[in-house]
């Protein structure tokens, strides 16, 4: 999944953090109207209640917009981790 993160600066490493727990790779950061503007892509089984979490963290001041963007291959280790129940 494509997610497009804005935060309040003093949010970004916390947040950041939360995307990198959830195998997510930041593709580009970008100070918008005081915000930062944080785009990442990560895989959709990580990102089941991730509004939630996200508007704890940031202390309800961070939006993001979560859209498709394509398939992958699951990495290996995570199959097992699948397959193993």
Known sequence: MCVD????????GVVTGDLNRRRGIIK???TKNGAQ??????????????ITVL???SS????ASLTFQDYQLVPEQA???I???
Do not use: D, Q, W
């Open 28 to 30: 580009g950061m970008e």
């Open 79 to 81: 199959a097992r981790k």
């Open 55 to 57: 508007r704890t963290l």
């Open 37 to 50: 503007c944080i785009k990442a892509e990560v895989p959709l089984s990580e990102l089941f209640g991730y």
């Open 83 to 85: 397959v193993a129940g």
């Open 5 to 12: 993160v804005a935060v309040p600066e003093e949010y970004t």
């Open 60 to 63: 309800g001041r961070a939006s």
